[in-house]
């Protein structure tokens, strides 16, 4: 039979950063509370947490660069970029997403990309906490057990 590993959800002695964009702020204000919330849930003490803002999606992966140096187990990224009527929503979401990919791909600490890309403020609330969940807690749930899961390899 062949071995399992998989992570677990807890957060006792974790300590997680999130970058967070202050653009879309209605929208990102929502995921930020969602991913706290989930995290003090699951162990995380509040004074481990640690959340910094920054302008925009395309700041974020410039922020988690700089918090991978620092104390945390994870990072968590959380923004919105939401498609308008020029290509410079592709700009944005595109090489946000792929600097918090090299990041993750470059470090031994869990970066999670819970940056939300949409077509309307509606698609955004929806799945900031209206209606399809929150991507915030998602993506703390994904760091917790991205921590667990890295320790066990």
């Given amino acids: 039979m062949p071995r399992d590993i998989a992570g ?12 967070a964009a202050r653009f879309n702020s209605h929208v990102v204000e929502n995921l930020i509370a969602g991913a706290v919330d989930t995290l003090t849930r699951l162990g995380v003490a509040d004074a481990d947490i640690t ?3 920054c302008p925009g999606a395309w700041e974020v992966p410039t922020v988690v660069r700089r918090l991978l140096r620092g104390k945390y187990d994870a990072v968590i990224a959380l923004g919105c970029v939401i498609r308008g009527e020029t290509p410079h929503f592709d700009y944005v979401a595109g090489e946000s997403a792929k600097g918090i990919a090299s990041l993750g ?8 990309n819970g940056i939300l890309t949409t077509d309307t403020t509606d698609q955004a609330m ?6 399809a969940g929150n991507k915030g807690a998602d993506a ?6 991205m921590i667990s899961l890295l320790g066990k390899l």
Avoid: H, Q, T
């Fill in 8 to 19: 677990e959800l807890s957060g006792s002695g974790r300590r997680i950063a999130i970058a």
């Fill in 140 to 145: 703390a749930m994904a760091a917790l057990e």
């Fill in 126 to 131: 929806a799945r900031a906490g209206l209606k």
């Fill in 51 to 53: 959340v910094v803002r």
């Fill in 105 to 112: 791909l470059s470090s031994d600490i869990p970066v999670i």
